[in-house]
């Protein structure tokens, strides 16, 4: 079993920075692929960023050049650097991971075994 608990969520305006934390306890993360999700009100679970545990990464068009997803496996921790927020990044974000080893970067959720229990981000316009 993996435990895993964001923060790091809060308010901010438009254009301001947050950034975000998983820490895991239980099994390690070293080998697992991470990933970050969110949702808002109404929608579906999305996805947001990736990464494996060799360092490569992928992210939604929507957040691209705005949001950096970084591991620490030392820490067991993996983060979510959020910066030029939108009011449309609005959600409850969710940090996930993979079941095993794995050098894939998986973006639908059922492809994550384990979930956090997600940290609100709230950017006013």
């Known amino acids: 079993q993996v435990q895993l608990v964001e923060s790091g969520g809060g308010l901010v305006q438009a254009g301001g920075s947050l950034r975000l934390s998983c820490a895991a306890s239980g099994r390690t993360l070293s080998k697992r692929t991470m990933g970050w999700f969110r949702q808002a009100p109404g929608k579906e679970r999305e996805f947001v960023a990736n990464i494996n545990w060799p360092g490569s990464s992928t992210y939604a068009d929507s957040v691209k050049g705005r949001f950096t997803i970084t591991r620490d496996n030392a820490k067991n921790t993996v983060y979510l650097q959020m910066d030029s927020l939108k009011p449309e990044d609005t959600a409850v974000y969710y940090c996930?991971?993979?079941?095993?080893?794995?050098?894939?970067?998986?973006?639908?959720?059922?492809?994550?075994?384990?979930w956090g229990q997600g940290t609100q981000v709230t950017v006013s316009s």
């Open positions: 996930a991971a993979a079941a095993g080893i794995s050098f894939g970067l998986p973006v639908k959720p059922d492809e994550y075994n384990f």
